[in-house]
């Protein structure tokens, strides 16, 4: 067991750490977020070129062969900076689902194109009555000679603004809660009878409502096993928790950090704030908090490759839970500890604090984790 | 010991629920179950109802237009309007410095400002806070210099509620520079009309604009806006800072806002069926209603206790608890609610900033990610809770 | 609405502190324990003198008429003495039977009895498998002539020692838990058959395991319908736990006061330890949980005599799952700021400590009433 | 980055295990799964089948019987110990004076007691903590004047874990009463047999005898018994204290225990089920393993950087974090088991007093409650949780 980075990954995170450092300060992202799209497309050819995009592929498909640790460097820098570019959803989920579902002919036309920066991805699988359960599908996949047509609504599609392609779950066989009869089909985001509607949400960071009414796709752009598709969606939704949990951690640490500097310089009744006892020991809670979360964070890492879907799920149980209640506590003690001006939109803790409650409500959050984990026996159980 | 409310007071209650029920306007009751912010509007409209009702300050003596309502009484009016919901009596006014009018200000104050609050001819708001002042409140900066007959007030001031509407502010000002920093304080009645006063916002986290920073720049204050004596003002403050603290438990808007919270998670979906169903989900409510229960009680303890004092307009140390509670249960709310809404409490509605653009489904979710934000407020501001708790420590405990 | 006490019933407060400053201080209270017995008779005969056994029976039957108020009096000024004589399993428990279940015929024999303090009672219904759940019966009573024979075993029997008659019930018809068949049996201590075996609780109390091996009851013995029992004996439960909430009452506000107490006498580093800011606001913890606490035992107070069973019973949820969690906090915090003194048997703190405890697994613990009180739907749906 | 056990680890894990499994006695591991106190001579058996195998005492160095393991290996040694359950070495031999006598000591102090700690031959105990100390342990009043060949020693010495059982104390006494309190310091071996040593026990409120009072009076202690230096006794102690932390995570203990949980949650009925199956219980045993699983990586992670900076003993700061959240969870497990006996956890089963009475039914329950009461001082000992957030906000925050 080590817990040292090797050399290329302290490269990696050196490196991401000092470009965003540069161009990605508080004022500078305030700056991105006032732009029409909430973005950059600058800071993403710049991530492209450092290699971010390519990472979690295989070097066959033309990535980097980067591991669930890399993965968690990136994402750990892209948290601390609060960073709005989709790459989330264009790496992680769209990513994902073309590493663990798509077949190499896909894998060899668009891994490039993500590798290059030059294509973005979506996940549309939420909608509206689905909540967090992913078995949960109303929309459906008609066949139409060797292809299909698809009809139906997602919700909260993260990075649906952006996206180029979209991956569209629907519904080929069954009941909206079945397990079988789930297909994933790559949509083209300006296929005709696919709307849009794209908005902000609450932490800065952008998605879209989807409608699709008869979009036709054709048989090459299904997705592996047509009636199938839930264990490849399962697979990139514990992918997805292993990689919010890591950047639950820079937004933490940031948490953590923004409240100890303000605790040590801001003064009342003549002293710093940091000298009252009752708010050390909050702030003690941020800390022991972040530090556990770190640690589960770790093994969700550790278990993010794992084949043993049972084991994977409740370890990703586990770390979306811990992330869940350490963020919760947290975030609402570091705008306590701010007080008012922790409040305003002009200072930087309250964008992490939303950041941080925004990571709870994606892929499940803290109660719908511990309720799965129970129902599986637990984690040792 | 009588635990049940009297016949009398059964009576009052089904008396005011009654005049709710007819005289709430439909719209402004629509907007606070949605929980959504209301407008100057709606304020005035609804302050104006109560006002030829008689019912716009209840609590204050029969002379200045008083309803000589016991404490009693008086909570249940609260509770029932909280509860409908109807939006309370605007504070700053109403709780704050009309009470200090009445109670230190001279006759031609009474006269001049008293009537115009009832009504909400005067829109006010509190110039308290200063920035870097926080919960030590009184090592305010903002300065009044005599000049003949007038005050030159210089100063900043911050977190003012609803300044942006506001006809009228009341600051603490600092008119002896020379004394300990609560001896030269004194209290000013300043027109927000008057030159050198600008008056910028602060957005918050949830993207509203409810408080602002207001700039003072050589703005003259005629003498006779002066309340009580000069360098007495933090006497009155802190009078006012008493009366303030014995509304925030808000029983009955967490009473309304549970509802609210039972309602949306019978629709909502999770495992395939209706959230409310969930164990942990329902514990969790019943767990805040308990609280909630518990604190309602214990409000009515600080009330009956109010009752036989007389009302002095000074708290009972122990109403502390009604604010760490109060907040507690308001903030353990506005959690549940997002919750309920899962990844739907995501999108940012920008309906405040006037966008005309159809809602994200669902509408109703809307407000529930601002008001979690929101909310953090409700353990900061009126004293911290953890200010709550020294306060306990030194004046119950004795520590 | 009106907190305050009458004028009858501050002189039943007064006098009955008073008595037990007098006669029940710790170090009383411990020779008390170590008596074979485990109580004192003597205090016994000193309640029954002022009245305490007579209290909330109706004024035709013996009693004094005393509505649950004065039975929270009582009960709290028992709960700041850590009282170890029987009372509630006599006067609350047995009485509430009585009360509650006899005849007319069967008051008029037994109150006065119990009344006078000549005659001790216990309720046995909790079985090795019931856990908290009233309407689990296995004991079974079958019918023989006019009477009945009783078989099983009966667990936890407080006051089950002492007690010269025991309400026992048992399944007259149904499957073991069904709400309908379940009796209330009045039986002889000495009775042939019945065997028990008497033992000290954790908090100093007793109690008995009993057993019954073909235990003969007359008719005259039955309480109420013998096929509808379980409705009285929720109703006792139902008083049971307003009674236990008003002696937590006096429990915590030992716990607090001598916390208090502590935290002014006991120095480190030169201060008293309630210098320290943490310390304070754990004391506040304890101080805001007795006073919430103290309200919801008011309202389960106002509510112990209402027939709208539903209601009632979801008053008493609330209150005994609030009662667990204060008196958790309460009892934890008191130990945690008295260190190391706190643990020790020497110690009062400890006593009140291990009695709350005791209370939270009486009629229900926390986990159980919140449990239950969602099932109902809320507190206010 | 390496986030699983090497294959040399595994190997090691695995050894330790079979040796467990054939070499701890079965009585021994049944009297710890159900959470009763071990006597004298369990700990003497088998402590001594470890010294056997050269396992009694992992962590010190090899030329005093040490293992050479690295701290990865200490800690899979322990863990698995915990885990089987089998009970750890007595610490205050094999981790408080044993490394102060390695570490401080002359070699004929290490001659003469290291072998017979690692045997167990000497049982020791601590006289640190005084009557009034508390978590100020330097203001400790036990006094040791020199006298020729000897000290002379009075005071008293309190909550002395199995001084019952003790044939030697190790006591931090004042050897100059003029110096700052942390300088007149100095460490003394004392044997029990010594006349005016006077052991009085401390019952506490789980009804164990495990702490006891230790009275000193007169006795003469010779001077070749002073470890390292006079008055320099306070280095030693913090030398000591700081290794007493670094096991206090109890990770493999707490695993054990959540076994024992969910066994016994497993046969206990709520509402007609097994209790294991109430969404309630079984969501608070999931959230306790979550922190548990946390805090065994939080725990390898202070043990990789400790076999980094090699193990100086000193523990890292943030070390406390086991200590804290250790603690926390040993105690929710208690709280959990004795919620698993409901109704049956309230009496008192006076095993532990030698009675030979059968034990009433269900005999598991017995150690429920006593054992929930017991772990109140996991929290206390060893510088109690607020201590710990004050170490780490000053040495790790810098507040």
């Known amino acids: 067991m080590d817990f040292d980075l090797t050399e290329e990954q302290s490269i990696l995170k050196d490196s991401l750490d000092r470009l965003l450092a540069d161009k990605y300060d508080f004022e500078k992202r305030m700056k991105i977020m006032a732009q029409p799209d909430g973005w950059s497309g600058e800071m993403w050819n710049a991530y492209a070129e450092m290699g971010l995009m390519a990472l979690p592929f295989a070097e066959e498909d033309g990535g980097l062969g980067g591991s669930p640790v890399e993965t968690m460097i990136v994402m750990e820098a892209l948290g601390r900076a609060l960073v709005l570019e989709p790459y989330f959803a264009t790496v992680v989920l769209g990513g994902g689902v073309l590493r663990h579902g798509a077949s190499a002919e896909q894998r060899a036309e668009f891994v490039p194109l993500v590798a290059g920066g030059e294509l973005k991805l979506a996940l549309a699988h939420t909608e509206r009555n689905s909540r967090y359960d992913l078995n949960h599908v109303e929309t459906v996949a008609r066949r139409d000679g060797d292809g299909w047509v698809l009809s139906g609504q997602k919700s909260v599609v993260l990075g649906g603004d952006a996206a180029d392609h979209i991956f569209v779950t629907a519904r080929t066989a069954g009941d909206i809660r079945d397990m079988n009869g789930i297909g994933i089909f790559m949509v083209d985001a300006k296929a005709e009878g696919l709307a849009r509607r794209s908005y902000t949400n609450q932490d800065g960071t952008h998605a879209a409502e989807i409608s699709l009414d008869g979009v036709t796709v054709p048989a090459a752009s299904v997705i592996g096993d047509p009636g199938d598709g839930l264990s490849i969606i399962r697979r990139v939704a514990d992918e997805a928790i292993a990689a919010l949990s890591a950047e639950a951690i820079g937004v933490m640490e940031k948490l953590h950090a923004l409240t100890l500097e303000y605790l040590k310089v801001r003064k009342q009744f003549g002293v710093p704030i940091g000298a009252f006892q009752v708010l050390q020991h909050k702030a003690v809670d941020i800390f022991v908090a972040l530090e556990q979360a770190r640690s589960i964070t770790l093994y969700a890492t550790m278990m993010a490759d794992s084949d043993d879907e049972d084991e994977r799920s409740r370890a990703m149980n586990a770390a979306k839970a811990e992330i869940g209640r350490a963020g919760q506590l947290a975030g609402e003690n570091a705008i306590q500890l701010h007080g008012g001006v922790g409040m305003t939109m002009e200072y930087a803790v309250g964008h992490y604090f939303k950041r941080m409650t925004s990571i709870d409500l994606t892929f499940g959050d803290h109660d719908h984790h511990l309720r799965r984990l129970a129902e599986r026996g637990g984690l040792f159980g | ?399």
Chains 1, 3 share one sequence.
Not at chain 2, 37 to 47: A, N, Q
Not at chain 2, 152 to 163: D, E, M
Not at chain 2, 294 to 306: I, K, N, P, S
Request: hydrophobic share 35%; net charge negative; proline share 6%.
């Open chain 2, 1 to 399: 010991m009588e635990l049940r409310f009297t016949p009398e007071e059964l009576a009052f209650r089904d008396e005011v629920r009654a005049f709710f029920a007819e005289n709430v306007p439909d719209e402004t009751r629509a907007k606070m179950s949605e929980g959504e912010h209301l407008d100057k509007d709606d304020m005035v409209e609804w302050t104006r109802i109560l006002n030829d009702k008689g019912w716009a300050v209840p609590h204050w003596p029969e002379e200045y237009g008083g309803t000589g309502w016991d404490p009693m009484r008086q909570y249940i009016f609260l509770e029932e309007l909280q509860r409908y919901p109807a939006p309370s009596p605007l504070p700053f006014g109403v709780n704050m410095v009309g009470p200090v009018i009445y109670t230190f200000g001279n006759e031609e104050q009474k006269k001049r400002f008293l009537p115009r609050i009832a009504n909400l001819d005067d829109w006010w708001c509190q110039g308290f806070s200063e920035p870097g002042a926080g919960s030590d409140l009184a090592s305010l900066k903002t300065r009044a210099v005599r000049d003949g007959d007038h005050y030159i007030v210089n100063g900043q001031k911050t977190w003012t509620t609803l300044a942006q509407y506001a006809d009228w502010i009341f600051c603490l000002v600092r008119t002896d520079t020379e004394a300990k920093k609560q001896e030269g304080i004194s209290f000013l009645l300043i027109d927000m009309n008057t030159p050198g006063i600008e008056v910028r916002p602060i957005i918050t986290i949830d993207g509203g604009r409810e408080v602002n920073e207001v700039f003072l720049t050589d703005v003259k204050v005629p003498v006779e806006n002066l309340v009580g004596q000069e360098n007495k003002g933090w006497d009155y403050a802190k009078f006012l800072l008493g009366n303030e603290r014995t509304n925030i438990a808000r029983v009955g808007m967490s009473k309304q806002r549970i509802a609210r919270v039972r309602e949306l998670a019978a629709k909502e979906m999770s495992g395939g069926r209706p959230l409310i169903e969930d164990p942990r989900f329902r514990e969790k409510l019943s767990s805040i209603e308990i609280d909630l229960k518990a604190l309602e009680l214990t409000q009515l303890r600080v009330v009956a206790a109010d009752a036989k004092r007389g009302n002095t307009g000074r708290p009972d140390p122990a109403s502390s608890i009604l604010k760490i509670k109060g907040s507690e249960i308001q903030q353990g709310i506005t959690h549940l609610l997002m919750q309920v809404m899962g990844p739907h409490a995501l999108p940012y509605h920008e309906d405040i900033e006037g966008s005309n653009e159809p809602p994200i489904e669902p509408d109703y979710a809307g407000s529930a990610a601002p008001g979690y934000f929101n909310y953090r407020k409700v353990s900061i501001y009126g004293g911290s809770n953890e200010i709550q708790k020294n306060i306990i420590a030194k004046a119950v405990l004795g520590l």
